[in-house]
């Protein structure tokens, strides 16, 4: 439909109507003219100063919880819109109460929230949605598409909002009982705990030597002040670290593909250890050989206790991703030197190789304490020093 | 087509008019328009024969038009095979034309059967009309309503309306009359766009899923308003260009007079419904007065069909005819009362948050500080898209002015030299002006900008380089007429040599 293009006819006609003396003619051109020209005005500047946004009461929440949505539209103009409709790319697992609400796409995993406004001159619009959460994940909300036109719907002009939300859905934990861990000592350092580290880099005080003191402790001025050996006391660190390695390959070869069911197991197992571990007071931290949602490169998210660590570890475990970024056992032996000495390391695997025995066994004689929670259907290799639970995965 | 149900259902659950209503609204607008140019075009054309009132014409048409649809919509819901459904079809059209051609002809049945096998010119025309607005109606009853649809029906009606007017005009037809065909046009206009505006919102309508349907009273009075207000506007725009004042002038009047005359029977109603229900208070009122004035019903004829319960209430007994008062005045107290409480419980209502609302984002007096700031942004962009234009214009006139100062020096014998540039040209220019050195300067380079491309920003660089040239040009008079009385002091002196 295009009015535009009767413009040269329009001025054809008024010329004929001046010519031959058919006034009338010449006046109902020169009206068609003036409502195509408002028209084609008002089509230009309708999508001009009209806001969207969406607002969500909560951008995180677990499966199965509802999150409120309102949807809220300003024309902050005085041009009015007969009509706005606004197409919000949608994905289904985060998707409304009533999963008839959004509008099918070419995909299945999303759809379009689809609102109809009509808005006066400065008018604001709300609709209110209840949002379920279907499924763990980081999901993207939006572009959002917007169709208007002019007041007499000759026209039609569509403009992308390219502005976008995020809304994360955490992995449900699991009851931890169904992980099989020792209640008393789940991550099997009980006997490291004991033992108290000391920080050398924060000495508080001197004190004789004994026989079995580290010749490097010795404080030389203090010694030739007091004439006696002496050796520096250390600030003593109780912080337990607990660090779980999260494997996301699922089949033998991780360009294979990836079992859904098994990957989603896996993230809620570490999803429920480092909330268990954070319990227990550990500073807990994860990486892993996949990659986050819209990213491409492994993640670590470093070992803490603060108040916020829980959040930012559940929200890293909501956006991983079946892209494996490579071998399990080489991503492993990689990340080592990076990782906190004196830390435990519990490895969630959905599979176990020979190689990967190697290396967790490998670690091991590196002086690390390591917990394997396996969900591999074969049963994995007994390692010396290493605690295996096995727990094969069933749908 | 089951989604688009389920949307529909729901749009209508969700507040608004329902879209289904939106599409048989549309339909009948469509009718409309194509009624407005049918329905001249076959009265123009008909003349052969019995010609039909517009009226009549206007609603044998229409309700052909209304049938085809309906039944197309019917067979469409019954799903039957399309074979079947076309012979229906065909039936129903032939019984549509037998009906049609009786009344359009005037003619009874068998005349008209007669008429159509004999090929009699308006029997033939009758059958093209009919058979036209039945295939239109059956397009618009087989498919869901586009916006392009009701544009395409809109364009084609415009064109043969056009078309009409121009070869009325050309013939010289006696039967023309320009008020009355400005008027259905801009009838047509208005009825074509909001056409094409409710074929928007009931396509733009048919998903499913939406909280609330937007196109409530609220929106109709909004679209309707400005659209009526467009068409105005451009009916007067159009009558004044091509200089129809007087028919615009009669149509306005004719308008007006209609509007007044509505306007007047609708305050007129109330008060006849009264008078009506006081006529068994006329002899009371008489009794109460000493010189009784006499029954409207002498003066006026009233139906005595109203008339007769009232009269046989006055005469059961004085009592009924006070009754009938009390009960008319308790009556209209409770209707008061009623509608004071909806009002009431109205507000109550509004004041409650809604999940779904509207809202204006304009404060009390804002309106209007916003609506200044629009038009002064509107004339600023305004003036900032003609700044290019007067740009062009000051520069142009720098040139002219340096063009009129080279003129003045080589009056002056001081030519500037071929390969000269201005500033080079400068100090020869000091010599000649030499109490004006800073308004060569300004002229200088105020040239040399403009021939670099850097225009002037704003006027008072031009007036400046203006009252420049002013200073220069008397000056360059001074000298002239110095020089010319030089010469002829030294002619005369060389004249009063050679006489001597």
Redesign the interface.
């Known amino acids: ?1 295009a ?1 535009v293009t009767w413009w040269p006819f329009l001025g054809l ?2 010329l ?3 010519l ?13 003219a ?2 195509s020209i ?1 028209a084609n005005w008002w089509k230009r500047r309708a999508l001009e100063n009209v806001i969207y946004q969406r607002r969500l009461h909560y951008r995180r929440g677990f499966p199965g919880e509802q999150v409120g949505l309102q949807v809220e539209v ?1 024309n ?3 041009l ?1 819109l ?2 706005l ?1 606004i197409q919000d790319l949608w994905p289904s697992a985060v998707g409304p109460v009533d999963e ?4 099918p796409t070419h995909t299945p995993e999303s759809g379009y ?17 209840e949002l379920l959460l279907r499924g763990r994940g980081v999901y993207r909300l939006g572009p959002a598409r917007l ?1 208007s ?1 002019d ?4 026209f039609e002009v569509i403009e992308e909002k390219e502005r976008l939300d995020y809304l994360t859905v955490f992995p449900e934990p699991l009851p931890f009982e169904a992980l099989k861990l020792p209640a008393e000592d789940p991550f099997g350092d009980r006997r490291a705990r004991r033992r108290l580290y000391e920080d050398p880099n924060q000495p508080m005080g001197v004190r004789d030597y004994h026989p079995e003191d580290d010749f490097r402790h010795i404080h030389w001025p203090a010694t030739a002040h007091m004439s006696e050996l002496q050796v520096k006391v250390y600030q003593p660190i109780s912080a337990r670290v607990l660090i779980v390695c999260l494997n996301v390959s699922t089949l033998p070869h991780y360009w294979e593909g990836t079992y859904p069911g098994l990957l989603e197991y896996l993230v809620r197992v570490a999803a429920t250890l480092v909330q268990r571990g954070l319990q227990e007071g550990y500073r807990v931290g994860l990486i892993s050989n996949g990659s986050l949602a819209h990213a491409d490169q492994p993640f670590r998210v470093p070992a803490g206790r603060s108040p916020e660590q829980l959040s930012r570890l559940l929200s890293a475990l909501a956006g991983v991703t079946p892209f494996v970024t490579g071998p399990f056992d080489r991503f492993l032996t990689a990340e080592m030197p990076r990782l906190p000495y004196g830390a435990t390391l519990v490895i969630v695997t959905g599979l176990m190789s020979p190689t990967l025995a190697e290396t967790i066994l490998r670690i091991r004689q590196h002086g690390r304490q390591i917990t394997l929670l396996s969900f591999a259907r074969s049963k994995p290799p007994s390692i010396p020093g290493v605690h295996v639970v096995h727990l094969p995965f069933t749908e | 087509m089951t989604a688009e149900l ?1 949307g529909q259902k729901q749009m209508s659950e969700n507040g608004g008019i329902s879209m289904r209503w939106w599409a048989r609204v549309t339909f009948l607008l469509l009718v409309v328009v194509e009624l407005c140019w049918v329905v001249p075009w076959y009265r123009t054309v008909i003349q052969i024969s019995y010609v039909a009132s517009p009226l009549k014409a206007s609603l044998v048409l229409g309700g052909v038009m209304l049938a085809a649809y309906l039944f197309a919509q019917a067979l469409e819901s019954l799903r039957l095979i399309r074979s079947i459904q076309l012979g229906i079809l065909v039936f129903l059209f032939l019984i549509s034309l037998l009906i049609s051609t009786q009344i359009l002809l005037n003619s009874p049945i068998i005349s008209a059967v007669s008429g159509m096998v004999r090929l009699d010119p308006g029997a033939v025309l009758v059958i093209f009309t009919v058979l036209w607005v039945w295939w239109r109606g059956l397009t618009l009853g087989r498919d869901a309503i586009k ?2 649809v ?2 395409r029906r809109f364009e084609l009606g ?1 064109l043969f ?2 078309a009409r ?2 070869i009325l ?2 013939m010289h037809a006696v039967n023309f009359r ?1 008020t009355s ?2 008027g259905l ?2 009838f047509f ?1 208005f009825a074509g ?1 909001l056409s ?6 009931s396509y ?2 048919v ?9 409530d009273r ?2 109709f009075v ?2 309707f308003g ?2 009526f207000l ?2 105005s ?3 007067v ?3 004044l ?4 004042y007087s ?1 615009l002038f009669a149509l306005l009047a004719d308008a007006v007079k209609f509007m007044v005359a509505v306007l007047i029977f609708v305050v007129s109603l109330p008060w006849l419904f009264l008078s009506y229900l006081f006529v068994p208070l006329y002899p009371l009122i008489r009794r109460g007065l000493e010189n009784p004035a006499p029954l409207p019903s002498d003066i006026y004829p009233i139906n005595p069909g109203l008339n007769q319960p009232f009269n046989q209430v006055s005469q059961a007994g004085p009592l009924p005819a006070s009754m009938v008062t009390i009960i008319f005045w308790s009556l209209i107290l409770l209707i008061i009362i009623s509608l004071l409480i909806r009002a009431r419980r109205a507000g109550g209502w509004s004041r409650q948050p809604q ?8 404060k009390p007096g ?2 209007r500080h ?2 200044r700031k ?1 038009l002064r942004d509107t004339a600023d962009g305004l003036a900032n898209r003609l700044r290019p234009a007067r740009r062009i214009l000051a520069a142009a006139r720098i040139r002219r002015i340096y063009a009129q100062l080279l003129d003045l020096s080589a009056e002056l014998d001081s030519p500037r030299a071929v390969g000269q540039t201005p500033l080079e040209f400068l100090p020869e220019l000091g010599e000649l002006f030499t109490d004006l050195n800073s308004d060569l300067e300004v002229i200088t380079d105020a040239y040399i900008k403009v021939r670099y491309g850097n225009y002037p920003e704003n006027q008072d660089e031009v007036e400046a380089v203006e009252s420049s040239w002013q200073r220069i040009a008397t000056e360059g008079k001074r000298i002239k007429r110095t020089v010319r009385h030089k010469l002829k002091t030294v002619e005369t002196k060389e004249v009063q040599r050679t006489g001597t």
């Not at chain 1, 031959?20 to 068609?32: R, T």
């Not at chain 1, 008839?100 to 509008?103: G, H, M, R």
């Not at chain 2, 260009?241 to 129809?244: E, F, N, P, T, V």
């Open positions: 439909m009015p006609v008024f004929l109507g001046i031959l003396k058919v006034y009338p003619l010449a006046a109902f051109s020169v009206m068609l003036a409502v408002l300003e902050q103009k005085f009015p007969s009509w409709k008839f609400i959004l509008q929230l689809v609102n109809l406004f009509s808005l006066r001159w400065y008018e604001r619009a709300r609709r209110t949605y169709e036109g007041m007499f719907g000759l | 389920d916006p392009f009701a544009w415009l309306f056009m007017i121009f005009v050309r320009a065909e400005l046009f801009i206009l766009l094409v505006v409710f074929a928007r919102i733009v309508g998903s499913h899923g939406f909280q609330k349907n937007p196109f609220r929106w909004t679209t400005i659209l467009t068409v506007v451009s009916a725009l159009g009558g260009l091509s200089g129809q028919v999940k779904n609302s509207q809202e204006s984002l304009l804002e309106a916003l609506l629009a």
